[in-house]
C-alpha cells in the first residue's frame, strides 16, 4: 500500500514539471536601433529578478512562461514591455529624445552621451554652417560653455577668434587648445566649415589626458563628413554678404579741430599772441563758412577718402557624395571670397576634400582622408589695414588732400598718407597652401576586436612678395618729394612637413551586465620647418623682380628647424548595467623639445560616473525625471610648446673679436642667452565635477561642471644682473590657478506643426596667479594673488574744481590744475608725503578676460519656415583704452567728436577732463577707474530666417530639396564700452587704440541638393 502511494506522487510530481514545462518557452531574438545590432541591453522577466544581456551582435535568448513581459532597457533608449506569444522576438530600440544615444567624438574613439564620464561639449554640422562666417572659430563663439572665443578683428584672413578653454593655461607658453581634424593638427580657420559633421571639445582631464603633453589648454576634434550607402547625392550651398563696420568713432570737422586747438592751448595757459589768435579765428570762420578749395584751404575726411561703407563676401560650396555597402565617399569644394574696408586688403581660400571608405574584405576597411587648401592675402605695401585704418581716422583734416589737384597724393604728415599708401605704396601678397593626406586601415578579425593603423602627412607652403612702391606728394601745387625715399622687394618662402604615425588596437566585451573596453595605442609624429628670403632695393624702369634691382642692397637669409615626439597611450572603460562608470586614461609622452633625462612625462586621468536614474529606487520618478548623471575627473596634463629648444643656449653670428698684436677684427659668434638643461614641461592638474539631467522625454534638459584646473611648473624668465650681458634662461617656477563653473540648459518642444528650441548656456572662469617665486612684474601685469594680465591704476574722485581744491588735494605732480582728473591718496605710511600720488597708491581696477559669459539661441520651425537667434554677451570684462584712441591730440591726432565733451567750470560734470594739448596732459590718462572700462555687452550676434519649398513643389523641379535664407550677423550691441568703439575688439598698436572692425553683415543664400 505504501508502495502505491510513493508511486503516485511521483506521477504526480513528473505530471506538473510536463505541464510546466510545457508553459516554458525558450525566446530569441535580436536588439537594434537604426544604426544595427545594440550590445549590452538589458532584458528582464517583468515581476522576477531573471534576466539575460544581448551579446556583442545583439542577440538574446531567454526561457519565460507564455503569456509574461519581457523588459527591454537601455540607457539613452525609450523601455519596452513585451508580451510572449512565440519563440523569436526580435525588438527595435527607440532613441530618447534626450539623444543620450548620440555618439560623441573623444581622444581615438566614438562614446554613447549616456556613459561619457569626462567634460565634453559637441557642436553639429547644422548648427556651424547657420552662422555663414568666413572663419570656424567664429562660427563656434558662444555655442559652448567653458570655450571662451573672442573674435578681436575683422580684418580679410585674420577674423577668426582667440580661443581658450577654460581660463588662461600658461604665462609663456603657447595657450591655445590643441585642434585636431580627422586626428591631424590644422588651423581651425583654414577648415571649410560645410565639410565638418561635428565638433568636439575636450574640456577636462579626463576627456583630454589622452592627448598628454598637447591637452594643457583643451583639445578640439573636428569630425569631416562621410559618405553613406545609397544613391550619388549632390548639394550646393552659396550666399552672397554685405560687410560693414559695427562700430567706430567719429573724427571733428577742421573748424572743430581748429577751435578745439585754440581752447586747448587758453586752458593750459599758453600764450598766444594777438596775431596768432587772430589768425586761427580767421582760419576757423573760413573753415566753417567756406569749402575747402584743397589749395589754400583743407578740410579733409580721411575716413571718406580711404575707406569703404561696405565689403562684399561670398561663398560658394558643392559637394558630391554616396557609394555602396563596399565603397563610400565624400567630395566638396569650397570657394570663399573676403573683400576688406580699404583698397588692395582681400583675401580668398579654395578648400578640396575627398573622403573615402572602402570594405577591402568582411572584417577590413580602408579610410583615406585627402583635402588641398590653397588661400591668398592681398594687404597694401605699407603699414597694415589695422595702422591704415587708424590713421585714416585720426589723421588732421588740414594737413592736405587725400590727393591734390594736380594729381598727385597729398602730402599728409611729411609724406605719410593713409589713403596713398592703401592705394599706391605697392601690395603685400601671401600664398598659403596645405596638403593632408591620412590613410587608415581598420582591422575586426574577432568579434569585439579593432586593430588600425594610420598614417597621416601634412604640408603647409608660405610665399610672401613684399613691393614698396613711393608715391609723389604734393602740397598747394608744390611737389613736395616720395614717400617712402626708396622702393624695395622682398620675397621669402617657408615650408612646413608633418608626419603622423599611429597603431592602435581596442578589444571590447559584455558579459553579464558587465562592459570593458580597452584601447592602446601608439604614435609617433615629427615636424620639419625650412624658409629662405631675399630682398633689393633700387629697381629700373619698375621691373620689380629679385633679378633686377641695385646688388649693393641685396639682402637674403633662411633658416630651419625640427622636432619630434613620441607617445604611447591606452584608456580603459568599464560599466556595470549601464549605471556605473569608470574610465582610466594615460599617455606616456616623449619630445625632442627637452634633453633625454626631461623629455619623458606620464599623464594619467582616472573619472567615474554613477547613472542615478537607472536605480531602483528612482523608479517612481521616471514619469518626470529621464535621465540623471554624476561625473567626477581627476587627472594631469602637459604643455610642451614653448619653442623647439628652450633648453638650449643661443649662439649668434654677427660679433667681432680682435687678434694678435696688429688687432685684426675678426668675425665670430658669442653666446646671447644661458641655458638651463633641467627644463621639463608645464603641467596641470585638473579636477571636476558635474551632472547631466533630463525631464519630460527630453523636453528640458541640463548640464552643469564645476572644476578646478592648477598650472604648475611654468616656464618662466627671471632677470639677470646687466653685467652678464646675456638673457636668461627658462626655468620650471611659477603657479597659476583657474577655478570655474559653466551650465548648459535646452528646452524642446513640438505643439502641432510647430517645434521649437531654447538652449542657454553660463560660464565663469576665475584666474589666479598663484607662485611667482619673487617674480611680480613691474608694469603689474604678473601680480601673486591677482588673475594674469590683470589692470592695476589709480582711483579718481572726479575732477580738481578749482585751484583751492588743487592746492589741498593729493596730486600726481605739480602739473594738475582745475578740470584735471582727481585722485585718491590710497597708500599711507610713516615718511608717505600725504599730497602726491605715486605708484604706490595703484590697485587692482579689474580682469581683461571675459567673465559671466552667456549665450541664447532660440529656434522654431512651422510648415517649412525656420527661424534661429542666437543672443551672445560678457557678463564683466575691464578694457583700459590708451594712446590715440583715449586722448585728444595724442600723437598730433585729430580730437573724435565725443572727445568734445570736456570739462569746464559751466560743464564740470563732462565725460572727459579739461581740454589741454598732449604735452600737458598726462596726468589725466594714466591708468585709474575712469578710464578702465567695463567692456560687457549683449549681442545679437546671428538671426536667421529660413524657408524649405514644400516636397510636391521640388519633386516637379526635379531635385530633392531648396532652402532659401536670409541672415545677419552682429545685428546690434548693448553696451557701456568708449563710444565708437566695439567692446569684444582687441585694441593696441604703436599710438594705441588701433583696430580693424569686427563686421556687421547680411546675407543671402541658397541650399541645394539634388
Given at each position: 500500500m505504501l508502495m502505491k502511494k510513493i508511486l503516485f506522487l511521483m506521477i504526480l510530481m513528473v505530471s506538473a514539471v510536463c505541464l510546466n514545462a510545457q508553459n516554458l518557452l525558450t525566446v530569441r531574438g535580436t536588439v537594434s536601433d537604426e544604426a544595427g545590432a545594440l550590445p549590452g541591453v538589458t532584458i528582464l522577466v517583468e515581476g522576477t529578478t531573471n534576466g539575460v544581456i544581448t551579446d556583442i551582435d545583439g542577440h538574446y535568448q531567454v526561457k519565460v512562461k507564455k503569456g509574461a513581459k519581457l523588459a527591454f532597457s537601455y540607457v539613452g533608449y525609450r523601455s519596452q514591455s513585451i508580451v510572449v506569444d512565440k519563440e523569436t522576438i526580435d525588438v527595435t530600440m527607440n532613441a530618447d529624445a534626450i539623444m543620450l544615444d548620440e555618439a560623441v567624438v573623444v581622444g581615438y574613439a566614438k562614446q554613447k552621451k549616456a556613459t561619457l564620464t569626462?567634460?565634453?561639449?559637441?557642436?553639429?554640422?547644422?548648427?556651424?554652417?547657420?552662422?555663414?562666417?568666413?572663419?570656424?572659430?567664429?562660427?563656434?563663439?558662444?555655442?559652448?560653455?567653458?570655450?571662451?572665443?573672442?573674435?578681436?578683428?575683422?580684418?580679410?584672413?585674420?577674423?577668426?577668434?582667440?580661443?581658450?578653454?577654460?581660463?588662461?593655461?600658461?604665462?609663456?607658453?603657447?595657450?591655445?587648445?590643441?585642434?585636431?581634424?580627422?586626428?591631424?593638427?590644422?588651423?581651425?580657420?583654414?577648415?571649410?566649415?560645410?565639410?565638418?559633421?561635428?565638433?568636439?571639445?575636450l574640456k577636462d582631464a579626463a576627456s583630454a589626458s589622452i592627448y598628454g603633453s598637447r591637452a594643457s589648454n583643451g583639445v578640439i576634434l573636428i569630425t569631416t563628413k562621410r559618405g553613406k550607402e545609397g544613391k550619388i547625392s549632390t548639394t550646393y550651398s552659396g550666399y552672397v554678404t554685405l560687410q560693414r563696420p559695427t562700430n567706430m568713432p567719429e573724427a571733428v570737422s577742421a573748424w572743430e579741430y581748429l577751435q578745439a586747438e585754440l581752447n586747448a592751448w587758453d586752458n593750459a595757459g599758453i600764450t598766444v599772441s594777438d596775431a596768432q589768435r587772430a589768425q586761427q579765428l580767421?582760419?576757423?570762420?573760413?573753415?566753417?563758412?567756406?569749402?575747402?578749395?584743397?589749395?589754400?584751404?583743407?578740410?579733409?575726411?580721411?575716413?571718406?577718402?580711404?575707406?569703404?561703407?561696405?565689403?562684399?563676401?561670398?561663398?560658394?560650396?558643392?559637394?558630391?557624395?554616396?557609394?555602396?555597402?563596399?565603397?563610400?565617399?565624400?567630395?566638396?569644394?569650397?570657394?570663399?571670397?573676403?573683400?576688406?574696408?580699404?583698397?588692395?586688403?582681400?583675401?580668398?581660400?579654395?578648400?578640396?576634400?575627398l573622403n573615402a571608405d572602402a570594405k577591402i574584405l568582411p572584417w577590413a576597411k580602408f579610410s583615406l582622408e585627402t583635402s588641398l587648401r590653397q588661400s591668398n592675402t592681398l594687404n597694401p605695401g605699407m603699414g597694415t589695414p589695422k595702422s591704415i585704418i587708424n590713421q585714416c581716422l585720426y589723421m588732421l583734416p588740414t594737413l592736405s588732400a587725400a590727393q591734390e589737384l594736380d594729381g598727385n597724393w597729398g602730402y599728409g604728415k611729411n609724406g605719410l598718407n593713409p589713403t596713398a599708401m592703401a592705394n599706391a605704396s605697392g601690395e603685400k601678397r601671401n600664398r598659403s597652401s596645405e596638403v593632408v593626406a591620412n590613410g587608415t586601415l581598420t582591422l575586426t578579425p574577432l568579434a569585439g576586436l579593432e586593430v588600425l593603423g594610420q598614417y597621416s602627412r601634412r604640408q603647409v607652403q608660405s610665399r610672401n612678395r613684399t613691393l614698396i612702391t613711393p608715391y609723389t606728394t604734393s602740397l598747394g601745387g608744390q611737389v613736395m618729394g616720395i614717400y617712402p625715399s626708396e622702393d624695395g622687394l622682398t620675397e621669402s618662402w617657408a615650408e612646413?612637413?608633418?608626419?603622423?604615425?599611429?597603431?592602435?588596437?581596442?578589444?571590447?566585451?559584455?558579459?553579464?551586465?558587465?562592459?570593458?573596453?580597452?584601447?592602446?595605442?601608439?604614435?609617433?609624429?615629427?615636424?620639419?620647418?625650412?624658409?629662405?628670403?631675399?630682398?633689393?632695393?633700387?629697381?629700373?624702369?619698375?621691373?620689380?623682380?629679385?633679378?633686377?634691382?641695385?646688388?649693393?642692397?641685396?639682402?637674403?637669409?633662411?633658416?630651419?628647424?625640427?622636432?619630434?615626439?613620441?607617445?604611447?597611450?591606452?584608456?580603459?572603460?568599464?560599466?556595470?548595467?549601464?549605471?556605473?562608470?569608470?574610465?582610466?586614461?594615460?599617455?606616456?609622452?616623449?619630445?625632442?623639445?627637452?634633453?633625454?633625462?626631461?623629455?619623458?612625462?606620464?599623464?594619467?586621468?582616472?573619472?567615474?560616473?554613477?547613472?542615478?536614474?537607472?536605480?531602483?529606487?528612482?523608479?517612481?520618478?521616471?514619469?518626470?525625471?529621464?535621465?540623471?548623471?554624476?561625473?567626477?575627473?581627476?587627472g594631469l596634463l602637459g604643455n610642451q610648446n614653448i619653442g623647439n629648444y628652450p633648453y638650449a643656449a643661443v649662439i649668434s653670428p654677427g660679433y667681432g673679436y680682435y687678434f694678435g698684436d696688429a688687432k685684426d677684427l675678426s668675425s665670430g659668434v658669442a653666446q646671447t642667452s644661458l641655458s638651463n638643461s633641467n627644463i621639463s614641461w608645464e603641467k596641470s592638474k585638473q579636477f571636476d565635477v558635474g551632472v547631466d539631467l533630463s525631464f519630460w522625454n527630453g523636453m528640458l534638459s541640463f548640464t552643469g561642471d564645476f572644476y578646478i584646473k592648477n598650472v604648475y611648473d611654468m616656464l618662466m624668465k627671471f632677470p639677470l644682473p646687466y653685467y652678464a650681458g646675456m638673457s636668461p634662461a627658462y626655468t620650471n617656477a611659477?603657479?597659476?590657478?583657474?577655478?570655474?563653473?559653466?551650465?548648459?540648459?535646452?528646452?524642446?518642444?513640438?505643439?502641432?506643426?510647430?517645434?521649437?528650441?531654447?538652449?542657454?548656456?553660463?560660464?565663469?572662469?576665475?584666474?589666479?596667479?598663484?607662485?611667482?617665486?619673487?617674480?611680480?612684474?613691474?608694469?603689474?601685469?604678473?601680480?601673486?594673488?591677482?588673475?594674469?594680465n590683470g589692470i592695476w591704476g589709480y582711483l579718481t574722485d572726479g575732477y580738481y574744481s578749482d585751484w583751492d581744491d588743487v592746492a589741498n588735494s593729493p596730486k600726481l605732480s605739480n602739473a594738475a590744475r582745475p578740470g584735471f582728473v582727481k585722485y585718491k591718496k590710497v597708500f599711507e605710511g610713516e615718511g608717505v608725503d600725504p599730497m602726491l600720488i605715486d605708484s604706490r597708491d595703484q590697485v587692482y581696477l579689474g580682469d581683461p578676460y571675459p567673465h559671466f559669459e552667456y549665450g541664447l539661441t532660440l529656434n522654431g520651425e512651422w510648415k517649412g519656415f525656420d527661424l534661429t537667434m542666437f543672443f551672445q554677451g560678457v557678463g564683466k570684462c575691464k578694457k583700459f583704452m590708451s594712446g590715440v584712441g583715449l586722448k585728444p591730440f595724442a600723437n598730433?591726432?585729430?580730437?573724435?567728436?565725443?572727445?568734445?565733451?570736456?570739462?569746464?567750470?559751466?560743464?564740470?560734470?563732462?565725460?572727459?577732463?579739461?581740454?589741454?594739448?598732449?604735452?600737458?596732459?598726462?596726468?589725466?590718462?594714466?591708468?585709474?577707474?575712469?578710464?578702465?572700462?567695463?567692456?560687457?555687452?549683449?549681442?545679437?550676434?546671428?538671426?536667421?530666417?529660413?524657408?524649405?519649398?514644400p516636397k510636391n513643389v521640388v519633386r516637379k523641379l526635379h531635385i530633392d530639396n531648396l532652402r532659401v535664407y536670409a541672415s545677419a550677423q552682429n545685428v546690434f550691441t548693448i553696451s557701456d564700452f568708449y563710444k565708437g568703439y566695439d567692446p569684444e575688439v582687441s585694441y593696441g598698436g604703436s599710438v594705441g587704440g588701433e583696430f580693424y572692425p569686427i563686421m556687421q553683415t547680411f546675407t543671402f543664400g541658397i541650399d541645394l541638393k539634388f
Open positions: 569626462g567634460a565634453v561639449s559637441q557642436v553639429s554640422a547644422k548648427e556651424i554652417t547657420k552662422r555663414n562666417v568666413a572663419s570656424l572659430s567664429t562660427a563656434l563663439q558662444g555655442s559652448m560653455p567653458g570655450v571662451t572665443i573672442q573674435q578681436t578683428s575683422g580684418q580679410p584672413g585674420a577674423d577668426g577668434g582667440t580661443i581658450r578653454v577654460r581660463g588662461q593655461g600658461s604665462i609663456n607658453s603657447d595657450q591655445n587648445p590643441l585642434v585636431l581634424v580627422d586626428g591631424i593638427e590644422t588651423d581651425i580657420n583654414q577648415v571649410d566649415p560645410n565639410s565638418v559633421e561635428s565638433i568636439s571639445v580767421a582760419l576757423i570762420e573760413q573753415q566753417k563758412t567756406l569749402r575747402p578749395d584743397n589749395w589754400n584751404r583743407y578740410d579733409t575726411n580721411w575716413k571718406d577718402a580711404t575707406m569703404k561703407d561696405n565689403a562684399l563676401m561670398h561663398n560658394h560650396n558643392v559637394t558630391v557624395s554616396g557609394g555602396s555597402d563596399k565603397i563610400s565617399f565624400f567630395a566638396s569644394g569650397n570657394y570663399l571670397s573676403q573683400k576688406g574696408l580699404i583698397p588692395n586688403d582681400e583675401y580668398d581660400r579654395t578648400n578640396l576634400r612646413t612637413v608633418r608626419n603622423y604615425y599611429r597603431v592602435q588596437a581596442a578589444y571590447e566585451r559584455t558579459m553579464g551586465e558587465h562592459y570593458g573596453k580597452i584601447l592602446a595605442g601608439f604614435q609617433a609624429e615629427d615636424s620639419e620647418y625650412t624658409s629662405f628670403y631675399g630682398s633689393k632695393k633700387g629697381f629700373d624702369l619698375g621691373r620689380y623682380y629679385l633679378d633686377n634691382g641695385d646688388g649693393a642692397t641685396a639682402t637674403s637669409g633662411g633658416g630651419a628647424n625640427s622636432w619630434a615626439m613620441m607617445s604611447w597611450y591606452a584608456r580603459l572603460n568599464y560599466n556595470y548595467a549601464q549605471r556605473y562608470l569608470l574610465e582610466v586614461n594615460g599617455r606616456y609622452d616623449g619630445s625632442s623639445r627637452f634633453t633625454k633625462d626631461n623629455r619623458w612625462g606620464f599623464f594619467p586621468s582616472v573619472s567615474a560616473g554613477w547613472v542615478v536614474s537607472e536605480e531602483s529606487f528612482m523608479e517612481k520618478t521616471r514619469d518626470v525625471l529621464d535621465f540623471l548623471k554624476l561625473r567626477l575627473s581627476y611659477g603657479d597659476m590657478r583657474n577655478r570655474g563653473w559653466e551650465i548648459a540648459i535646452t528646452h524642446r518642444n513640438k505643439i502641432g506643426d510647430f517645434s521649437y528650441g531654447v538652449t542657454f548656456t553660463l560660464n565663469d572662469n576665475r584666474n589666479e596667479i598663484t607662485n611667482l617665486n619673487g617674480l611680480n612684474s613691474q608694469d603689474k601685469t604678473m601680480v601673486e594673488g591677482y588673475p594674469l598730433g591726432a585729430n580730437l573724435f567728436r565725443h572727445q568734445l565733451d570736456s570739462w569746464t567750470p559751466e560743464n564740470p560734470n563732462a565725460e572727459y577732463p579739461i581740454l589741454v594739448p598732449e604735452a600737458n596732459a598726462a596726468d589725466n590718462y594714466v591708468k585709474s577707474d575712469k578710464w578702465v572700462r567695463n567692456a560687457a555687452y549683449l549681442r545679437l550676434k546671428n538671426v536667421v530666417l529660413g524657408y524649405t519649398l
